[in-house]
């Protein structure tokens, strides 16, 4: 960490859009049983177990990507974080979180159809935990400049990461709270 003040503002607003998300997720699910969380609403459509499967890939290979930019820069040469203006609209054109159309997952974070929605949500709290520990190391650091490719969009620098995590999550709880409503 390159200080001990305040979280810069940039991770201070994702921090706080990560926890809205997930608490928006939680809230969710909170009370499914384990069959609800198991039952497919169609055969194409996961369950809500196997989404949050899905979003604990897909945050665990995050934290890896988040992890390596980390160790393969040289902080020292990045500098201190001088930006403070907002990176909430950083993803906008991509849209996210509206639930247009499916977008295929790749194979690495595709679940098994027969995930343990319980677990899941025992390891979504173990990779935001990991999460939050990498936003810590990177805090006050000029991270912008960090970029790793998206399989689907593009390069996105590290920022722009952290966010997709939140969004991501965002979407897949409108699809969760989707498929509730036909099963």
Same mark, same amino acid.
């Given at each position: ?37 198991? %039952? ?15 979003? %604990? ?9 988040? %992890?390596?930019?980390?160790r ?7 500098g ?6 907002s ?7 991509? %849209? ?19 995930a ?14 990991q999460?939050?520990? /990498?936003?810590a ?9 960090l970029r ?13 990461? /952290? ?8 979407r ?12």
């Amino acid at each position: 960490m390159l200080t001990t003040s305040p979280m810069h503002p940039r991770f201070r607003e994702l921090r706080a859009y990560l926890t809205d998300a997930r608490e928006g997720l939680l809230t969710t699910v909170s009370g499914l049983t384990p069959d609800q969380l198991q %039952r497919r609403p169609a055969a194409e459509v996961w369950s809500p177990g196997e989404t949050l499967e899905h979003l %604990r890939l897909t945050e665990s290979s995050i934290v890896k990507v988040l %992890r390596k930019l980390l160790r393969e820069a040289d902080l020292n040469r990045l500098g201190p974080e001088s930006e403070t203006s907002s990176v909430m609209g950083a993803l906008d054109a991509f %849209r996210l979180v509206e639930v247009v159309q499916r977008v295929p997952a790749p194979a690495f974070v595709q679940p098994d159809p027969q995930a343990d929605g319980q677990a899941a949500l025992v390891g979504l709290g173990q990779s935001r935990t990991q999460l939050i520990e /990498v936003i810590a190391q990177a805090d006050g650091w000029a991270v912008g400049s960090l970029r790793f490719p998206h399989p689907l969009i593009g390069p996105l620098d590290f920022y722009q990461w /952290v966010l997709f995590v939140g969004q991501h999550e965002v979407r897949h709880t409108c699809l969760i709270q989707r498929a509730l409503t036909t099963l």
